[in-house]
């Protein structure tokens, strides 16, 4: 069982940048692949980026893309979301979650999941 927090959304201007924390106080939680969905109101919720546990391998959605970076630090047992050039649709409750089995892009592969947290990108 692995309970990870997020925290670090807010309120940002479009143009601006905002860094997300995901943190576990399980062990195993640095063992994980990893990822950060987001889903905004009226829609489902999709994929953002994933890291594997060595952090070596990153795969992110085409609309972040050169945008957002994931990272971690398996020392820490955290998870980071590094936002920048924040767009108005990037607007949602962003997740993460960690990977069980199936499709890395795919929510219904990831088991553990946080609560949220609440980025709202402003004009």
């Known amino acids: 069982q692995v309970q990870p927090v997020e925290s670090g959304g807010g309120l940002v201007q479009a143009g601006g940048s905002l860094r997300l924390s995901c943190a576990a106080s399980e062990r195993t939680f640095s063992s994980y692949t990893l990822a950060w969905f987001r889903q905004a109101p009226g829609k489902d919720r999709e994929f953002v980026a994933s890291?594997?546990?060595?952090?070596?391998?990153?795969y992110y959605a085409d609309s972040v893309k050169g945008r957002f970076t994931i990272s971690r630090d398996n020392a820490k047992n955290t998870l980071y979301l590094q936002m920048n050039s924040l767009k108005l649709d990037d607007s949602a409750v962003y997740f993460c979650?960690?990977?069980?089995?199936?499709?890395?892009?795919?929510?219904?592969?990831?088991?553990?999941w946080g609560q949220g947290t609440q980025v709202t990108v402003s004009s």
């Open positions: 979650a960690a990977h069980t089995s199936g499709s890395w892009y795919d929510p219904s592969a990831y088991t553990y």
């Open positions: 890291i594997t546990w060595s952090g070596r391998g990153t």
